[in-house]
């Protein structure tokens, strides 16, 4: 066992407390981490609010580890100590399972244990990464490449992953049109993978804001949703519709945006049920899908991906004691794009 320093919060709502937890002691396929950058993703506020219901607390946040191995344990083989690291979204899964072995992991029909806010197969509470150090069996860790700093590397565990995902799967590339809706932390990172896969890019944002930002992620166009002329001009364009967005939307509005077939995937995770009318579908055989991160493979492809095309986020690096400031922030997305907590000030 070894103990850490960890922020935590002890009920949904309650301020960031600095406290101490201990970490299980090496298994022969643990790494130990020691964690040096932990983003700040909307479901960390959604959970440590309990906005999503059946929160575990005291609850210390953080699914997107960046950091450096310290210790390995007997049979580990993929890692060796000084080697940098990123731990996502779970942490371990049954392995078995048809999800599993194609390596969908955030699909295993056991269901996966998630970093924190979850409980591991022995029943034991999780805590995630805004802490200094982790321990996590090896399968669930991937490789930072060399060129990826770790602070920048550290919201694409999440936020990096969870966009690259679907644009993927639903194929975005070349000949495709496709929109994001939302430029936060996830949305900033869907532009520059929309452009990286050779999609042609529209950003929809409530204000024109972020305009020249979102131009310079790649986005080839750029629309206010707040302007209504912007959902007679956009009519049925779309193959694509990616949703990152934390709040209810019209989605009959969105899904009026969408072409014969297309496809609107929401990521972005309201804790209330959406509406729309099923005409909006049936109309134009449309679709409405959903997406989790992704698998442990595609995570370690997407790094390689992000270093290879230059894709980073653009980030806001804080102190241990700015983060209860960096969640009202992000609440008033007064954040460009991403916080990132600096563990060593814990
Ligand atoms: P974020 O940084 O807060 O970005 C969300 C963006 O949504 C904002 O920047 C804003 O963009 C837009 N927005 C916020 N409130 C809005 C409102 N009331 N109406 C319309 N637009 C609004 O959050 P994030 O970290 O990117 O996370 C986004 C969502 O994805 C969260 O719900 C999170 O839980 C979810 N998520 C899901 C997965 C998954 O696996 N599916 C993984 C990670 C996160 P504009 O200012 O440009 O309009
Ligand atoms: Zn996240």
Redesign the pocket.
Known sequence: MCQTRVLSVSSAKAPFEKTTIERRALRPHDVLIDIQFSGI???DI?SAFDEWGGGIFPMVPGHEIAGIVSAVGTEVTKFVVGDRVGVGCFVDSCGECEYCLKGEEQYCTKGFVATYNSLDYDGNPTYGGYSQKIVVTERFVVRIPDSLELNVASPLL??GI?TYSPLKHWNAGPGKKVAIV??????HLAIQYAHAMGAEVTVL???IG?KEEALSFGADHYFATSDPATFTTLASQFDLILN????N?DVDAYLSLLRIDGTLVN????AEPDKYQVFSLIMGRRSIA????GGIRETQEMLDFSAEHGIAPKIEVIRADQVDEAYQR?LR?D?R?RFVIDVSTL
Request: glycine letters at 18%.
């Open positions: 993703c909307h479901s959604h999440c936020a969870t939302g430029v936060g932390g996830l949305g944002s409530r204000s972020k990152t967005v934390s709040a939307l990521v972005g995770a309201p959903g997406s989790l991160v992000v997305s954040v794009y």
